[in-house]
């Protein structure tokens, strides 16, 4: 079992604006999908918010302030190391927003599955800046969405002195 991140975030850091991504990737949704298809996704639940409704062939974990909130497939918790303890054994835990839960789960995630888009974009809600002491990066190829034009690559981080 991995901790891992997967964020989109672009050259300055925002990944949100008014509780929403800022910018529509196909080939990143896709990509998010693939990973996180069969594995748990742990997110709050300003982000459960944001999506609507459980995200299909996962295991769902919210974490939220309010103990008896009930949530429709979905499991709920008060703390990301409930969440963690809770989670089916022998899956990958993907940490999927928003920045709070980003910021509890940096110390603990073994990796990063980033998306960088190559632009400085307007928004409210960041990711935090990552140290290089702590993590070396890995730049996948660089792409362009037809739609939007926006140019983006997958980045992976490890932790380092971890394998």
């Known amino acids: 079992m991995s901790i891992i ?3 989109a975030q672009s050259k300055n850091g925002t990944i949100g604006v008014n509780g929403a991504l800022p910018w529509h990737l196909s080939d ?3 990509r998010f999908r693939r990973l996180t298809t069969g594995n748990t996704v742990i997110m709050g639940r300003k982000t459960w918010d944001s999506i609507g409704r459980p995200l299909p062939d996962r295991h769902n974990i919210v974490i939220t302030r309010t103990p008896e909130l009930c949530l429709e497939g979905a499991q709920t918790v008060t703390s990301l190391e409930e969440a ?3 989670a089916p054994t022998g899956l990958d835990q993907f940490i999927i927003g928003g920045a709070e839960i980003y910021n509890l789960a940096l110390p603990k995630a073994d990796s990063i599955e980033m998306t960088l888009i ?3 974009v307007a928004g409210d809600t960041f990711f935090p800046v990552l140290s290089e002491e702590s993590w070396r990066k890995s730049v996948g190829i660089e792409q362009v969405d037809e ?3 926006l ?3 997958y980045v992976a981080y490890h932790r380092r002195g971890s394998s």
Do not use: E, P, T
């Open 5 to 7: 991140i997967i964020v």
């Open 28 to 30: 990143d949704l896709k």
């Open 84 to 86: 963690l303890r809770v």
């Open 118 to 120: 190559h632009k400085n």
């Open 147 to 149: 739609k939007s034009g």
């Open 151 to 153: 140019q983006f690559s």
